[in-house]
């Protein structure tokens, strides 16, 4: 060995030794990623599909387990997603939102309705002033519906949801929109509607 140079090993993020570590650290429920600070360590070349499906180079990763494991300990710093073990650190690639919301129930009527979402990879909320809903436009103005999941990752709403939350949606000072929880959350200006 060459004087100076350090004996330890220095390995390189890999999506094996990521999953042990998330298994690991998910005995007893969602990891709290939030609070670990260790290194950063890479990219890993892992990306999500705005639909949903993880890749792992450049192959679609089957099985659903592995991927609910992964979806456990992600985050977002700033405009770039990690995943995070006690230990490291390893970026990721997200194309739109990390998750997909693919179905939600409507409990109530009116100011007392509950949306309860799921997504993907079975996490489970209500929308509401902690998990709230919001809608962009691109430039041609299709909307892109998004719900909180949890800490500040997101999930698209699919499609077929979102027409089922505008037949859900009401008027109220000058927006359309619906109401979960207690919150009104807006969709789009009323006046859009009528042109």
């Known amino acids: 060995?060459?004087?100076?140079?350090?004996?330890?090993?220095?390995?390189?993020?890999?999506?094996?030794?990521?999953?042990?570590?998330?298994?690991?650290?998910?005995?007893?429920?969602?990891?709290?990623?939030?609070?670990?600070?260790?290194?950063?360590?890479?990219?890993?070349?892992?990306?999500?599909?705005?639909?949903?499906?993880?890749?792992?180079?450049?192959?679609?990763?089957?099985?659903?387990?592995?991927?609910?494991?992964?979806?456990?300990?992600?985050?977002?710093?700033?405009?770039?997603?990690?995943?995070?073990?006690?230990?490291?650190?390893?970026?990721?690639?997200?194309?739109?939102?990390?998750?997909?919301?693919?179905?939600?129930d409507a409990v109530g009527e009116g100011e007392d309705q509950k949306l309860r979402f799921e997504t993907h990879v079975g996490d489970r909320f209500t929308a509401g002033p902690e998990h709230p809903i919001r809608v962009t436009y691109d430039d041609d103005g299709e909307p892109s519906p998004y719900v909180l999941v949890r800490r500040n990752l997101e999930a698209l709403i699919d499609r077929k949801s979102f027409y089922r939350l505008v037949d859900l949606g009401v008027h109220r000072d000058g927006w359309f929109g619906v109401w979960s929880d207690g919150e009104f959350f807006p969709i789009i200006r009323s006046e859009a509607l009528e042109a």
Not at 4 to 27: C, F, L, M, W, Y
Not at 41 to 46: S, V
Not at 84 to 99: H, L, N, S, W
């Open 1 to 104: 060995m060459a004087k100076g140079t350090d004996a330890r090993k220095v390995e390189v993020p890999s999506a094996e030794n990521i999953a042990a570590a998330a298994q690991e650290a998910a005995k007893g429920g969602l990891p709290p990623v939030d609070k670990w600070n260790p290194p950063f360590c890479g990219d890993l070349d892992m990306r999500i599909a705005r639909d949903g499906t993880w890749f792992y180079l450049g192959t679609p990763i089957g099985r659903a387990g592995l991927v609910k494991l992964f979806s456990s300990i992600i985050r977002k710093d700033g405009d770039d997603y990690f995943l995070v073990t006690p230990v490291e650190k390893v970026g990721i690639t997200v194309e739109d939102a990390p998750f997909v919301a693919l179905d939600f």
